[in-house]
Each structure stands twice: as C-alpha cells, then as structure tokens.
Nanobody, 120 residues
C-alpha cells in the first residue's frame, strides 16, 4: 500500500520543465508539512523544497528561482514545478509528508514511491 502516489517525472532536455504531483488523503495534506526530496545515483537523499500548512515555502539553494512547490488542498495534492532543468537535476524525486522540523528525510514519515527525472 503506497501512502503517497506521485507522478509527473520524465526525460527532458536541458532547460526544459516538468510538474511533479503527489496525492494523499485529506488529513495528511492538511495536517503536515509537505515536501519534495531527490536522490541522484551515488548521492544521499537531498531535501529540495517544502511547504507548511500556512503556505510558507522553503527551498534548497541550488533550486531557488527554478523550482516551485505548491499545494491544492481541495485536490489533496501538492506539486513541484521544475524549470530550467540541468543535468545535475537528474534524480529520483520523492514526495513526503511529516512534521518537517527540518528539510531532512528523518523529519518525514510518509513517502511516495519516487518518480524519475532525467535531464540530458
């Protein structure tokens, strides 16, 4: 049983864009900080962005100005819009929900299955 269902990955050229989506139950979305992480081959899982219940957002420096996190409570969904993609953005992207006290994996308890983003 997958707790969070994510989609939207794909293969794009440098400079391209994608929108990743993650869907959960209504309580998960409304009560938790919601986040996106990514993990490239041979690297640790990295926090990309999060959004708290009141809407404030946070981004890791490498994606500021290019990536945008948002949520739609009515659809029980949150998104990561990824723009101006670079080869270094290639990774499996995971959505997550949890207390979000820090943008680190241990602060999140509910995870999606991952979606591959490949930039060439």
């Amino acid at each position: 049983h997958v707790q969070l269902v994510e989609s939207g990955g794909g293969s794009v050229q440098s400079g391209g864009s994608l929108r990743l989506s993650c869907t959960a139950d209504d309580l998960t979305v409304t009560l938790n900080t919601l986040a996106w992480f990514r993990q490239a081959p041979g690297k640790e899982r990295e926090g990309v962005a999060d959004i708290v219940t009141h809407g404030s957002t946070r981004y890791t420096d490498s994606v500021k100005g290019r990536f945008y996190i948002s949520k739609d409570n009515a659809k029980n969904t949150w998104y990561l819009q990824v723009n101006s993609l670079k080869p270094d953005d290639t990774a499996v992207y995971y959505c997550a929900a949890g207390n979000g006290w820090r943008l680190i994996p241990s602060a999140y308890s509910i995870w999606g299955q991952g979606t591959q983003v490949t930039v060439s």
